[in-house]
């Protein structure tokens, strides 16, 4: 099964077996991120709070990126990562 749209690609993720490691998670949530809200413009976490700095910080990294380009990378992503965990 191969996704070919955001919501395809989304859907997909939820047919994972196992769990991608931290660094697939960022990527997938930063490129969903920018693919659906555009650039982060959020105030950054504070405190202790590790894993939403780290989702923040992810997020920002790819400021600029368009909207098209980020789904596409988002899409091409999951495929690639559901031939790992599927």
């Known amino acids: 099964m191969e996704a070919n749209t955001l919501e395809s690609a989304?859907?997909?993720t939820k047919?994972?077996?196992s769990k991608p490691s931290n660094e697939e998670l960022?990527?997938?949530y930063s490129l969903y991120k920018q693919a659906t809200e555009g650039d982060n413009n959020e105030e950054r976490p504070g405190?202790?709070?590790f894993?939403?700095?780290a989702k923040y910080n992810s997020w920002l990294?790819?400021?600029?990126k368009s909207k098209e380009n980020?789904?596409?990378e988002y899409i091409?992503?999951?495929?690639?990562?559901a031939t790992k965990y599927m």
Do not use: P, R
């Open 70 to 72: 980020a789904s596409s």
């Open 76 to 81: 091409n992503l999951v495929n690639h990562l």
């Open 51 to 53: 894993v939403a700095a």
């Open 15 to 17: 047919k994972f077996t």
């Open 10 to 12: 989304v859907a997909l």
């Open 47 to 49: 405190g202790f709070d």
């Open 26 to 28: 960022l990527k997938l």
């Open 61 to 64: 990294a790819i400021k600029g």
